[in-house]
Structures are given as structure tokens and as C-alpha cells.
């Protein structure tokens, strides 16, 4: 490739040709800032509308201010980032943008952590030269997503998730001048649009535009309750991520501290959502098999490949684009659902406490959790088996609001039985991960011997698609798997396509997995952090003394005294679910706007 | 963003796919496929734009987003004969504004409405490239040049 000599603030810079000057800037230690580009260079996703103007510099022989995320290095080019120039246009773009925002930051859920802000502390922005007009836009609630876009900066990341990365197609920027917005079709709320509730608009927002329903209250209000006794289940993409809210370096495991945490907030039994996760793998697991022998045993009606169906953000976007396939994905429950469906029956019988008293709450990296435990069919007689999903990140809020000191925390164990829970569980936090925890138990199951290996490596990494195939003792397997949705709709075409010879996909809708999903500490651009919590993800499990789901004692214990078997009457009415189609919601019109 | 609910006949729904077919589908003629729209139905109520969006594979709301963009698209239904007023530089500098203030007061309504009648409705547009004619009124797609207020009324009694 050619390379491209330049200098940015007299020092001499080498690149590659095509290289923005922004990136340029970084490898010689020089940080321009940045508002509206995104780049999470491990996922392939950037964000480069050039329309901030927050990181423009000055290029000797041009008139006007170039913006650096946008113009690419030319042969001899001299570049300034700091002339009293730049930093007057910086200024002065940063006060028009806050002179039509909300200066309420003391109290704004992203304060601490809105990207906004901190730049412009870092510009030194004391005072607000320009005083008019404020955009005033209703606020929009979804089950999930909280919309304020009067604190909407239109750096059109969001909308840069949701079509390009997603494919959702839920938000656009609309209307124009000082009415743009971002918003879904006919500015109608976000429940009646198409979204999944990945969350992924959330973590990316540089203001507090998006956030999530915050939960919090409800759960100090039940630990409150003596009535009530309270249940929490953690997922495992959580304990590789929620140290960061603290201050610890990402990809920390925090699995012993999360638990003490828990346990000082008062929750009765500190479960883990890992325990369904192995739940899941042994109906998912029977599933597959059941299906996979009956196609080889001649039954070419039998509906392949298996779709997992963990991921609540996924399986909107099924039932929304694709409601004609409904009967592909797995018709397992999620691991939160099963968690609940068990610990509102099973466990509460148990422990004697009606499951009206029994309050099931969940910790997890998600949003479409949130709009998942909220779901018609995963409630009996109007109690849900999930009363509340937190995020990881309102989970440190409540633990900092407690007056938890975090890090000095010593290590505790879940409880059991349902906190008993092994490798195969940890891995559903990343991508790949629920679909070696599948091989690892159908292996053996099928073949009846051991599995010699039981690290898949070539199941494990980054690509957005990728596929391999597993050799079940002279039959091969072939698994595909995807993260993002975008990705997810290039495999379903290829099956609708009849172009695809996969057994078996995985699918996450976000980058990375749970571990990069929508309610996780903010990444703040830096796939790095997505990537160290992979690793830990896989430390975690090699750390287990147990690693495969069909060997978790207690999952045994729950089939001997509850379920039976896997794929059971009580499995099907407990573990189970079925699909709707939600693509025909038709548009309800507002009648008129002021 | 307001807009009417309709129901659209069978017949206007083929028209439209054909209006789509016509640009085989392409994404990229969203803009041409909402021009013929709006001329078919004179706006772009909510119930056109999911059927285009369907049709080009677009997501709805980039249809209303680019709808909501130009100033052109509308999804309030127009009178039988909308009136555009050029309010471009050269219009402006040459009295449009008089002129149309003369259609406001000769039809009783404001811009962006519609006659009671269904009629007449009245909009303004920024420039059609004929600065030459100066000020531009144009009346569904017929032209009139170097209008003044006076000019005003023997142009809509040729509606009348």
C-alpha cells in the first residue's frame, strides 16, 4: 500500500494511504476530539458523518477548516489541530451545539459519563456565548428505551446502528433545519416502530438523548418489602464487565464481588441466570438432536437449521422481518424466562413462598431484557415470572447509592441451588459461546463418548459471520453463527435462499455478544473493551471444574424431582415459547401536531 | 408530521407498485418514486409511504425522513389546483411576497392549506430555474410569469 508522508503539529507522520487525519493525529499521540465519529475498529463499525465539526484542524493552503474524521492525508500535507484558529471554530461549534441543549447535567442519567460533557470540559468551555430557541420534543418511553431528544446533539450514531450495523431500520433523521430529529416512521414512539430493543442506539449515544428505563427503584422498593422475598439472577456477560463501573481495568472478573454485592443489598438468594443456561442447553441441546436425527433418519420436512433463541433482541427482529420462519428458531425460552418459569414454580415451592411474594429480579447486559420479562406470554395470571431486569449499569448505580464500597469487597459464592452452574453457561456472554456450550453437551449426548477437547477454538472470535464444522464421530456438524443483525438477516436470506447447509446458528444481536450488549458499561467507542471481556468471558470458563451443561449437578437434581426430562410436557409448558408475528403492526396515525 | 388516515383503493395500490416496478425497485430512486407518488395522490399520506418503503426495500422511516426533508413532499392532501408561490431570490427581490399575500387574502387561507372547497391550496416553493419570468406562480404544472398582484385573480378565475 502507499504511504503518505505528512506532518500533523510539526511532527512528521508516516500512513497508509486513504488514512483519515484524525487517525493519523493518533499514532503520533496527538488526540483530536470527537463527537459524532464512532470507529469500533475489532467489530468494523464506524460512524464518520462529518457533521459535528467538533474535530475540524487546519490544513496549510486551504481556506476553510477541514474535519478531520473525514479528509484524508495527502503527500506533504501540514496539519494543525491547536492554532488559535481550530481552537476558536472548536469553541464556538461546541457553544452552538450546548446553546440548544439542556443544561440540566447534574441530574442527567449520563452525567459522568456523556461524552458531550466531557468534551466540553476538555475544551475549556466556561460560558455560552449564544442564547436562542431550544428543540422541544415529547419524550418517548418504550419498555426498554427512554428517547429525550431535546438532549439529541444529531451525531447520528444511533441512527448509524439501527440501519447500517442492525438493519432494524427504526430510526432515520427527520424533517430538517432546526425541526431534524432523529425518530422512528411518522415520529411515532418507539414500541409501535420496528425496533428490537437491542439497546445498541443506547450504547452509543454521546448524550443522555437515550438511556434505559431504570428499574432501580422498584428493586430497592421490594428489598424494603418484608413481605416480599427477593431473588436475583446475574447473567454472565455482567461479572466480565461490571467492574469498569468502579474503575477497573476491562475484561476484570468481578464474578465474587458481584455476589457479595448482592448479598449487601439484601436479596434473600443470589441466583445465576449461568444455572438456566445450562437449563437452556439441555432443551436447545435435545432440541437439536431430536430434529438432526429425525432429518438424518429420513425426514427432510423437519425444519433446519436450528436457530438459537437466547437473545430477546433476536428474536424481535425474527418475528418482525422474518414471521414467516417462526418455526426454525429454537422453541426454547431464553435463560432469564427459564430462570423464572423455575424459580416461580420449583424453587418456590421449595422454599414455601406463594409466587405472588416471590419477587424475581435480573441483572443483565441487555435492554431487550427489559421489554423481554414484560412479554404476555411469560406471565401466570398477570404475574410474570421476571418482575424486574436491571442493566449491568444500573446495577452500579444501585450498588454506589447503597454506599457499597465495591472494591474492597471480599469474594462470596452464589447460592445454591440455582447459582450452581458451569463453563458451558459462562460462554452464552459471548459470541459463539451458546453454540459451543450446544456441542460440548450434544457431542457427548449423540456420540456417547467424551469429548476429548473441549475448547472449541474454531467457534470462538470476532468476524461477524463465521461458520465451522464440528465432527460428531464420522457425521459433520455445520454450525454457523452471527452477531449483530445485520449479520443474522445475511444468514437468514441465505436459508430462505435454500443457499445455506447449516445444522445448527447461533445468533446475538449484539456486537460481540452480551458481552457488547445494550445495557453494559459504556464502551465509549473502544471495541478493546468488548474485546478484553471476551477474554474473560473464556477465563471464566476455563477457571469451572465443571464445563459442560449436561454435568451441572443441580440442572440433574431439577430433572429428577421437577421436569423429568428434556423436551418433557413440564419442559414444553415451562421452557418453552412460541413466536408471534409482529410484522403486520399497521401505523396509527397522530391526528395532528402543534 | 400530521396527516389524514386513509384507506387506499385496490386499483391506487397496484399503481403504485407499478410506479415502483417502473424503477425496478431501487433504493436509490426513492426521491423519483415519491415524486410520481405524490403525483398520483397529490401527497404522501402515511399508508403510500409503507408501500413504497416495502416495495424498494427502504425502512419506513427513511421514506418519511426524506419526505419530511424536502420541502416539496407533503402529506397533507393539496387542492385539485395547488398553487406554488417562488420564493427564490429573484421572485423575492421582484415582489412575490406581495403576490402572495394577494393569494392568501382572494382564497382565505394560509400557506400549506387547503380551501375548504378542495379547491385551491397554497404553497411556497424556493426557485424553479425560470428567474427570468420572475415572480413564478405555478398552478399545478402550468407556469405563470411576471405575476402581479393585480394578475392574481384572472389567474385563479381561469380555475374557477
Known amino acids: 500500500m502507499d504511504k503518505i508522508n505528512l506532518t500533523i503539529d510539526n511532527k512528521p507522520v508516516q500512513v497508509d494511504s486513504g488514512t483519515s487525519i484524525l487517525k493519523a493525529a493518533e499514532q503520533v499521540g496527538i488526540k483530536i476530539p470527537t463527537l459524532c465519529y464512532l470507529h469500533l475498529e475489532d467489530l468494523n463499525i464506524e460512524n464518520k458523518p462529518g457533521g459535528c465539526r467538533i474535530c475540524v484542524v487546519e490544513v496549510q493552503g486551504r ?35 450546548l446553546s440548544d441543549h439542556p443544561s440540566d447535567c447534574l441530574v442527567c442519567a449520563k452525567s459522568g459519563k456523556c461524552d458531550l460533557q466531557k468534551t466540553a ?21 418504550s419498555p426498554s428505551i427512554i428517547r429525550d431528544m431535546d438532549k439529541c446533539i444529531l451525531c447520528r450514531r444511533c441512527e448509524m446502528m439501527c440501519n447500517e450495523f442492525q438493519t432494524v431500520g427504526a430510526l432515520s433523521g427527520v424533517n430538517r433545519g432546526f425541526d431534524a ?83 449487601q443489598l439484601g436479596f434473600d438468594y443470589v441466583f445465576d441466570t449461568d444455572f438456566a443456561a445450562d437449563l437452556t442447553i439441555m432443551e436447545e441441546g435435545t432440541e437439536l438432536l431430536t430434529r438432526l436425527t429425525s432429518y438424518l433418519n429420513g425426514n427432510k420436512e423437519v425444519p433446519l437449521p436450528i436457530l438459537t433463541s437466547c437473545c430477546p433482541a433476536w428474536v424481535n427482529f425474527f418475528e418482525e422481518y422474518y414471521p ?47 421489554f423481554e420479562c414484560q412479554r404476555e406470554e411469560f406471565k401466570t395470571d398477570g404475574n410474570p415470572d421476571v418482575d424486574f431486569s436491571l442493566s449491568t449499569r444500573e446495577l452500579a448505580a444501585l450498588i454506589k447509592q447503597s454506599n457499597i464500597d465495591f472494591l474492597s469487597l471480599p469474594d462470596s459464592d ?93 445468533i446475538m444481536a449484539c456486537p460481540g455478544g452480551c458481552i457488547g450488549g445494550g445495557g453494559q458499561p459504556l464502551h465509549h467507542g473502544q471495541s478493546s473493551v468488548i474485546m478484553a471481556r471476551q477474554r474473560a468471558i473464556y477465563q471464566e470458563d476455563a477457571n469451572k471444574p465443571i464445563r459442560k451443561s449436561h454435568e451441572n449437578p443441580y440442572i440433574t437434581k431439577l430433572y429428577e424431582e421437577f421436569l423429568g426430562k428434556p423436551l418433557s410436557e413440564k419442559s414444553h409448558h415451562l421452557l418453552h415459547t412460541h413466536y408471534f408475528n409482529r410484522s403486520k403492526v399497521k401505523v396509527v396515525i397522530p391526528k395532528s401536531k402543534s | 408530521m400530521s396527516s389524514i388516515q386513509i384507506e387506499l383503493h385496490e386499483n391506487q395500490v397496484k399503481e403504485l407498485v407499478e410506479v415502483c416496478r417502473s424503477f425496478n425497485n431501487d433504493p436509490i430512486e426513492l426521491i423519483n418514486v415519491l415524486h410520481k407518488a405524490q403525483g398520483i395522490f397529490g401527497y404522501l399520506p402515511a399508508e ?31 387542492g385539485q389546483n395547488p398553487i406554488s408561490i417562488c420564493l427564490g431570490t429573484a421572485c423575492y427581490v421582484r415582489g412575490a411576497e406581495k403576490v402572495l399575500d394577494e393569494f392568501k387574502k382572494k382564497l382565505k387561507i394560509a400557506v400549506g392549506e387547503t380551501t375548504p372547497d378542495g379547491k385551491f391550496s397554497l404553497n ?6 425560470a428567474c427570468g419570468l420572475a415572480p413564478v406562480v405555478m398552478v399545478g404544472d402550468r407556469t405563470f410569469g411576471r405575476v402581479s398582484p393585480d394578475g392574481v385573480q384572472q389567474i385563479l378565475d381561469e380555475y374557477v
Not at chain 1, 477541514?66 to 469553541?91: D, H, I, L, Y
Not at chain 2, 409503507?50 to 393539496?78: C, H, Q, W
Open chain 2, 124 to 129: 411556497c416553493l424556493r426557485c424553479v430555474g
Open chain 1, 181 to 263: 430529529v432523529v425518530a422512528p416512521a411518522f415520529e411515532q414512539d418507539l414500541v409501535k416502530s420496528t425496533c428490537t430493543f437491542c439497546g445498541q442506539c443506547v450504547a452509543v449515544c454521546p448524550t443522555g438523548a437515550l438511556t434505559e428505563v431504570d428499574h432501580t427503584d422498584n428493586i430497592i422498593r421490594a428489598l424494603a418489602n418484608p413481605k416480599k422475598t427477593v431473588i436475583v439472577q446475574t447473567a454472565p456477560a455482567v461479572r466480565a464487565a461490571l467492574g469498569e463501573e468502579f474503575g477497573m481495568e476491562p475484561g476484570t472478573l468481578v464474578t465474587g464481588k458481584l455476589v457479595t454485592a448482592l448479598k
Open chain 1, 324 to 370: 414467516e420462519m417462526e418455526d426454525i428458531p429454537s422453541t426454547a425460552r431464553s435463560p432469564q424466562q427459564m430462570f423464572g418459569a423455575i424459580a416461580k414454580t420449583y424453587f418456590a415451592n421449595k422454599i414455601g413462598v406463594d409466587r405472588k411474594e416471590l419477587v424475581v429480579t435480573s441483572i443483565m447486559p441487555c435492554l431487550a431484557k427489559k
Open chain 1, 63 to 97: 481556506r476553510n477548516l477541514a474535519p478531520s474524521c473525514a479528509t484524508v492525508c495527502m503527500e506533504g500535507m501540514v496539519v494543525r489541530t491547536n492554532t488559535v484558529r481550530v481552537m476558536n471554530a472548536r469553541r464556538t461549534v461546541m457553544e452552538l451545539i
Open chain 1, 414 to 506: 452464589f447460592d445454591a441451588p440455582m447459582g450452581e452452574s458451569t463453563g458451558a453457561a459462562v460462554i452464552f456472554g459471548t459470541t459463539g459461546g451458546v453454540i459451543e456450550a450446544a456441542v460440548r453437551t450434544a457431542y457427548e449426548v449423540y456420540t456417547g463418548k467424551p469429548l476429548q477437547k473441549i475448547d472449541f477454538e474454531e467457534l470462538r472470535g470476532m468476524e461477524g459471520i463465521r461458520h465451522a464444522t464440528i465432527d460428531f464421530n464420522g457425521l459433520p456438524i455445520n454450525i454457523g453463527i452471527a452477531h449483530g443483525l445485520g449479520n443474522a438477516r445475511k444468514l437468514l436470506d441465505s436459508i430462505k435462499a435454500g443457499t445455506c447447509n447449516f445444522h445448527a446458528i447461533e
Open chain 1, 121 to 141: 470540559q476538555d475544551l475549556g468551555i466556561r460560558e455560552v456565548h449564544y442564547k436562542g430557541e431550544q428543540s422541544h420534543y415529547k419524550e418517548d418511553r
Open chain 2, 48 to 78: 403510500v409511504q409503507e408501500i413504497v418503503s416495502r416495495e424498494l426495500n427502504v425502512p419506513v422511516a427513511k421514506v418519511y425522513g426524506v419526505v419530511t426533508f424536502y420541502s416539496f413532499f407533503t402529506m397533507l392532501p393539496k
